[in-house]
């Protein structure tokens, strides 16, 4: 049974950091591409990062520079390290997968865990 679990959220103040987990069970991470999406109130869900099997990463031009993804296939986990948060970043965050490439549309990710609320506000 292919299962995604997140872990990580929480609220923090403006500038702060977090770390998000995306646990991964029921498949080998090795072969496909994890995406990080996130849904803010009102809004429609956005890609934010992705990490392909092959190990190339890519960013939306909104966090470039102050989030990092990361996988560790041996542990089966891929983290996004969320640095220099802005309330623009309080968001429902999910984990989804899909074989080998990253790609921008949702639908093409047939895997999602359940969500974790990042909350960044003073």
């Known amino acids: 049974q292919v299962q995604l679990v997140e872990s990580g959220g929480g609220l923090v103040q403006p500038g702060g950091s977090l770390r998000l987990s995306c646990a991964a069970s029921?498949?080998?991470?090795?072969?496909?591409?994890i995406g990080w999406f996130r849904q803010a109130p009102g809004k429609e869900r956005e890609g934010v990062s992705c990490s392909s099997s092959y190990g190339s990463t890519y960013y939306a031009d909104s966090v470039k520079g102050r989030f990092t993804i990361s996988r560790d296939n041996a542990k089966n986990t891929v983290s996004l390290q969320m640095n220099s948060l802005k309330p623009e970043d309080t968001a429902v965050y999910y984990c989804?997968?899909?074989?080998?490439?990253?790609?921008?549309?949702?639908?093409?990710?047939?895997?999602w865990g359940q969500g974790t609320q990042v909350t960044v506000s003073s």
């Open positions: 989804a997968a899909r074989r080998a490439f990253c790609r921008t549309v949702e639908a093409e990710y047939g895997y």
């Open positions: 029921g498949f080998t991470l090795n072969y496909y591409a």
